[in-house]
């Protein structure tokens, strides 16, 4: 069914029904829910469709009843306002551009249905690669990045944020539909200058906005968090420009821009110079908001929704403290509404679900679920008094402290985070490594198989001991070498077959951290992850990798990468405590990891790679604040790789994000080699790289493995040849965009030969 028939088919399906239409925003919400299921049942039905073994029915089926359960939930716990359009099959930027109609024109020649279509700009297609993908601002959700250009035909296309405020109404429930807002969707485009599209693009907006009005529906949610991050006049003047248009409408519904992961700043006095009816700030990332909402002047008839629970981590709310500040921001406005400060997307669905984590840790956490109530008994207490609000939790436990680490930390020095210079390191370790000339690798994991997964699970439950499961993984392992070798490539890897993740692996071996059994949270498509909780100080209890690389590098005359996650990643693929300074748990973390890279080479190995992809993630979103942020970063990386000798060789390696912002950061780090996703974006990195006179090895990705395409021969070569024009041979390594663990073996083979062959023929050249 073509776009333009399903939007008249919803039509036809809401003429002559009443929706239940409330006017009144209530006391309380949230901006966002889980999307995946308490079982990760998304993950599971979207990945069956992929693989043939269910059809879109079926797949739709299990959406709807997941969509039904989380509307449910939340009316029973008392919300008052309950959003919808917050459900994906992949991503809600992508959501957002069927809605607009910006799906590019090499997606839709391909003839294939809506849905497939949908998963082919997310994913790839053999023709076609597919749509960028990088971290959504300071998270670890990626989202699929628009492409817009001046020849892009915007279209209204609001069937699915229809469909689902009819599915709710069927319910009994009255719902909010959301879409990313029209400023922030053309920040977060690719094209030629998409922000130049921004009247286009609203008065597409203004028709979506007349359907929804026409079909009973009182508000709409447009988020609009780009503006928490340094914006130019013009593009501040063009959210002031957007909003007045949508909110001088007559036929439209109420409109609440939401904004999250920071504070406004100027953007907040031209937001408040529209007439839209209500405006959401982050309270917990942006506390200065309110300043900036007491220094705008009367809010006569607007409301406020007050972002007071934390939705992007994972610790109980001192109610009693937000509850005050509730009632600073019901001074200032007419009408205050509750909400979290982003959408929960970020935190896992629901901590009954957890039977095995320390009661005294239990205690001190929320997660979706919890922070639901949260939200509803702050409602009420903002509206009708604190009454019984609890008590603040106690100081963390002394047993979480660990004063050894402690010590030694105070008495490092600047000695700690400094190797020789590069020209030495480098001479050492070619000598060492005999290397070719642009080297052949891969980033580390190798595809985790059924097998695998269930060797793991019956670990656990004891159906195999630890010496059964070692002897699988050891088979696993070979079974990555003997490939390796077959393929050709310089430097090898074990292929991880042993880790669940490449942060819980490190986190279930570390002191200070918890892991939990059920704490899903999606980060990208049908990826889903469990990260850790750091609750006390780190410490290392033991070797956690030598083993199993020691085991890689004795079935090999080549070398094998030890691999490890670093300080910042770990930091931010974790719930990190709050209680003390990100800078202080990084530096425990790197500590531990300085340990396990001193193991590492005594064993004998002679590269190691620390892995940092999450290091442009956690940059803060305002300038101001990146300089204090990137120094201690950096700081951790260089405490984690200093200690090991000149000819031992440290790679990183970065991925899915916008590196030119940290590109100065990077060559800080002074990793002797940096493998970096490039493929879906064209190298570009390359240029970013030369603008600094980067002068170490560089990788850049030439296969984007997050999709199931293998790319061609040829593909590969054109890649390679662009990073040779931009980089000097001597210093180019070959190798996908990251991991491969969420490939199959057979694409696995197919494209590493591609890459080995290509490097073959542009190293000949």
């Not at 990195?685 to 296969?703: E, K």
Request: overall charge negative; proline content about 6%.
């Amino acid at each position: 069914m073509s776009s333009f028939l399903s939007f008249l088919g919803v039509i036809g399906h809401f003429e002559g029904r009443t929706l239940l239409v409330s006017t009144a925003f209530g006391q309380s919400t949230v901006l966002g829910y889980p999307r995946i299921g308490g079982n990760r049942e998304l993950k599971k039905a979207v990945e069956a469709y992929w693989a043939g073994k269910i059809d879109a029915d079926a797949l739709a089926s299990t959406a709807a009843g997941l969509r039904a359960e989380v509307w449910q939930t939340l009316r029973d716990a008392g919300l008052s306002a309950i959003p919808s359009n917050t459900f994906s099959y992949y991503d809600h930027v992508l959501d957002t551009a069927v809605a607009v109609g910006a799906i590019p024109t090499r997606f839709t020649r391909l003839g294939l249905s809506e849905l497939d279509t949908y998963f082919a700009m997310a994913r790839g297609v053999d023709a076609e690669p597919a749509l960028e993908l990088t971290k959504w601002f300071d998270t670890n959700y990626h989202y699929l990045v628009p492409e817009i250009g001046p020849d892009t035909i915007f279209a209204a296309n609001p069937v699915k944020a229809l469909s689902e405020v009819a599915e709710a109404a069927d319910l009994g429930i009255t719902t909010r539909p959301v879409l990313v807002g029209p400023a922030t969707f053309l920040l977060l485009a690719k094209g030629e200058d998409p922000f130049a599209r921004l009247d286009d693009l609203v008065d597409v907006y203004a028709q979506i906005l007349a359907v929804l009005a026409a079909s009973g529906v009182a508000w709409v949610q447009l988020d609009e968090p780009a503006y928490v991050a340094d914006r130019t006049p013009e593009e501040i003047d063009g959210l002031r420009r957007a909003y007045r248009r949508l909110g001088e409408l007559t036929d439209r519904p109420r409109l609440f821009v939401a904004t999250y992961f920071g504070e406004l700043g100027d953007a907040l006095p031209a937001l408040l110079d529209t007439p839209v009816e209500a405006v959401g700030l982050d309270l917990v990332a942006g506390p200065g908001n309110l300043d900036r909402l007491a220094a705008a002047g009367p809010l006569a008839g607007r409301t406020i929704v007050a972002g007071l629970v934390d939705g992007h981590n994972i610790w109980r709310t001192d109610l009693r403290a937000a509850a005050t500040l509730g009632g600073r921001v019901a001074a200032l406005a007419d009408h205050v509404v509750v909400s979290t400060s982003c959408s929960l997307l970020h935190v896992p669905v629901d901590l009954a679900a957890e039977q095995d984590l320390e009661p005294q840790l239990y205690s001190r956490l929320a997660f979706a679920r919890q922070k639901v109530d949260e939200v509803v008994t702050l409602g009420t207490a903002v509206r009708n008094g604190t009454g019984e609000l609890p008590a603040p939790l106690p100081p963390v436990p002394p047993a979480w402290r660990h004063d050894a680490v402690r010590a030694r930390l105070a008495e490092l020095g600047p000695q700690d985070r400094r190797r020789a210079d590069y020209a030495t390191r480098a001479a050492a370790q070619q000598a060492r490594l005999n290397l070719p000339e642009l080297p052949t690798t891969t980033i580390g994991s190798f595809p985790q198989t059924t097998e695998l997964r269930k060797a793991r699970a019956e670990l656990r439950t004891g159906a195999v001991d630890w010496p059964g499961y070692v002897e699988r993984m050891r088979a696993e392992v070979e079974h990555v070498i003997r490939l390796q070798e077959e393929l050709g490539l310089d430097v090898l890897v074990h292929g991880e077959p042993e880790r669940n993740d490449m942060v819980q692996y490190f986190g279930e071996q570390l002191d200070g951290f918890a892991a939990t059994e059920h704490g899903w949270v999606q980060s990208y498509g049908s990826r889903c992850v469990r990260p850790p909780i750091i609750y006390g100080d780190v410490a290392r209890k033991a070797p956690m990798t030598v083993e199993w690389s020691t085991y890689a590098q004795s079935l090999t005359h080549k070398p094998v990468k030890g691999m490890l996650t670093g300080p910042v990643t770990i930091l931010a693929w974790s719930f990190v405590r709050t209680d003390q300074p990100l800078a202080d748990t990084a530096d425990q973390v790197a500590l531990a990891l300085r340990d396990e890279c001193a193991d590492l080479e005594a064993a004998g190995i002679k590269v190691i790679q620390v892995d940092e992809p999450a290091l442009r993630e956690t940059l803060p979103l305002r300038k101001a604040e990146q300089k204090a942020y990137l120094d201690w970063a950096v700081g951790a990386f260089r405490l984690a790789t200093s200690g090991v000798a000149d000819d031992t060789q440290v790679h990183t390696h970065l991925c899915y994000s916008e590196f030119g912002e940290v590109i100065t950061a990077i060559d800080a780090l002074d990793a002797d080699v940096t493998s970096i996703e490039a493929s879906r974006s064209k190298m570009e990195v390359l240029d970013d790289l030369a603008a600094i006179g980067y002068g170490r090895g560089v990788g850049p990705g030439v296969w984007d493995i997050h999709s199931p395409r293998v790319p061609s021969h040829d593909e590969v070569v054109e890649s390679l040849r662009r990073a040779v024009a931009a980089v000097p041979a001597r210093r180019l390594w070959v190798n996908p965009d990251c991991g491969l663990k969420t490939r199959g073996y057979a694409e696995v083979e197919a494209s590493l030969r591609h890459l080995v062959a290509a490097a073959a023929e542009v190293r000949g050249i």
